[in-house]
């Protein structure tokens, strides 16, 4: 069997990596002349991990996460403890894998290395993925310029802008969220020693919420700020804008995010509209299937998007090994992935309300009927891709 995948994102790397270390060939087409990634901090829950671990990356990751202690959510400007969801040593017992924090850029590499190790030319760069066309035998990626790679399984995981969902679902709805995001890493040695614990903390208030939390073994800190804005922008996050909005647009909110804001380099802030695009099936053709952002773009309330698209690596894999016929494999794989990564695509786009309610009790009253310590273990962190069980 040979696999093509378009994109060579995390979730496409994490895709090549199981498969290959299955023995099965793997192509991966990536547009980019130069791998890299952009973007700033992400976390990995234990269902996430489990996998990253099954290809052999411990030690590549100890090296470079940074293991919270907790999830604390609190209020924007008194810092009130509003819900904390304890992390650590509770959540790897409970759940058979650590919660950790990594830089994008970091787990990236680690990807590429390891795929490498595996096949030192599965990587192709300066392939820009156009189309694709499938008969009975085999499938055909083609790519601008006209160069065709055929073989036998073609995963989209060409991101939220995807050829190949373009093709397999055609035009589906998009919708301004009313945010847009700032993202920006602050080196350690310029914020006080004592500003914040080795917990990732959500800042939560009115028509605004932050986020922050330590990277890089603990020499960066992680800052992103979510905000009301009543015109829709790019979604590249690649655009920078004034620092001094980025200010104004946390006026107000407490010491120790304000403290975060200052330190940030004035020419280095970036800012991205947030777009929802409500969960949809039908993912697959006979040959043909979708896996991570170009399969269910998530926003990032719940901090999940990179962990779903690293269990759709596992389970797609484990479907393909199997030797039941593509089309079968492929039908299993969406089967086992589109209720649950459907949820967690409504969970993130509600637990934006949670975070942005105005009035201090009402907002205490909602995390405790939420309660996300029992939910979130219930069903999001305990999911195993290695084990879970597999359509017939």
Not at 266 to 280: I, S
Request: proline residues 4%; glycine residues 8%; neutral net charge.
């Amino acid at each position: 069997m040979k696999v093509i995948i378009a994109g060579a994102g995390l979730g496409g790397l994490a895709a090549a990596a199981c498969l290959l270390q299955r023995g099965v060939e793997v192509e991966v087409v990536e547009q980019a002349q130069t791998l890299g990634e952009v973007g700033a901090g992400i976390q990995q829950s234990a269902n996430a991990v489990k996998v990253l671990y099954d290809l052999g990356l411990r030690e590549q990751l100890e090296r470079v996460v940074v293991r919270p202690k907790a999830f604390e959510y609190r209020r924007f400007d008194t810092a009130e403890l509003m819900h904390r969801i304890p992390l650590g040593e509770q959540h790897e017992s409970a759940h058979g894998a650590p919660y950790f924090h990594i830089h994008r850029a970091d787990l990236h590499d680690i990807l590429v290395r390891k795929v490498r190790s595996l096949d030192a030319d599965a990587i192709v760069l300066g392939a820009k993925a156009e189309r694709f066309e499938e008969s009975a035998e085999a499938v055909t990626l083609v790519l601008a310029g006209g160069r065709r790679v055929s073989g036998d399984v073609l995963v989209g995981a060409d991101g939220i802008r995807s050829a190949i969902r373009s093709q397999i679902l055609g035009a589906t709805p998009v919708s301004y969220t009313g945010d847009v995001a700032w993202r920006a890493v602050i080196p350690v040695e310029r914020l006080p020693a004592d500003l914040m614990d080795r917990v990732s903390t959500v800042w939560c208030g009115p028509k605004r919420h932050a986020v922050m939390y330590y990277l890089r073994a603990g020499a960066l800190m992680n800052f992103v700020g979510l905000v009301e804005h009543a015109q829709p922008e790019s979604e590249s996050w690649t655009q920078k804008r004034p620092w001094e909005e980025l200010k104004a647009d946390f006026a107000g909110c407490h010491p120790v995010v304000q403290t975060a804001i200052d330190a940030i380099d004035r020419d280095a802030c970036f800012r991205y509209a947030l777009n929802n695009r409500p969960p949809v099936g039908g993912w697959s053709t006979a040959r043909a299937t979708l896996l991570g952002d170009a399969a269910h773009p998530t926003l990032p309330y719940i901090a999940s998007g990179a962990a779903m698209a690293i269990e759709d690596a596992a389970v797609l894999a484990r479907c393909l090994a199997e030797g039941r016929s593509v089309a079968a494999a492929l039908q299993a794989y969406q089967e086992a992935r589109v209720a649950r990564t459907s949820r967690v695509v409504n969970e993130s786009t509600e637990s934006r309300s949670l975070y942005r309610i105005e009035d201090a009790q009402a907002m205490r009253e909602a995390f405790r009927q939420k309660d996300l310590t029992k939910s979130r273990s219930q069903w999001l962190y305990s999911y195993d891709p290695l084990t879970v069980p597999l359509p017939a």
